[in-house]
């Protein structure tokens, strides 16, 4: 079973940024779908952004202009850049194979000032 491992997250104030991180340690790694999710305190793990084997992208509303996925096959990386971010963007991330029930540690993310 492949390992997922998240970083990049930590303090920020509200309209900062910040880049996600994710290795996925496979050679298959270029065949999978790949996404981020998140959770806030006390809600559900909501999916954030995907991205496809050929680069292709599709972003939740609260995702939308903001954050942009992205992915480097050879270094079997998926990341996450966040931008203007906002105190509702506190959660831990996630980043996750489509369709399957695999996850890492995930990686928090604070936004405060």
């Known amino acids: 079973q492949v390992q997922l491992v998240e970083s990049g997250g930590g303090s920020v104030e509200p309209g900062g940024s910040l880049r996600l991180s994710c290795v996925v340690p496979?050679?298959?790694?270029?065949?999978?779908?790949m996404s981020w999710f998140r959770r806030s305190p006390g809600k559900q793990r909501d999916l954030l952004a995907i991205?496809?084997?050929?680069?292709?992208?599709n972003y939740a509303a609260s995702a939308e202009g903001r954050f942009t996925i992205s992915r480097d096959n050879t270094q079997k990386m998926v990341y996450l850049q966040m931008n203007n971010l906002k105190p509702e963007d506190t959660a831990t991330y996630y980043c996750?194979?489509?369709?399957?029930?695999?996850w890492g540690q995930g990686t928090q993310v604070t936004v405060s000032s």
């Open positions: 496979t050679n298959d790694f270029s065949t999978y779908d």
């Open positions: 996750n194979r489509v369709g399957y029930n695999i």
């Open positions: 991205i496809r084997t050929d680069g292709n992208t």
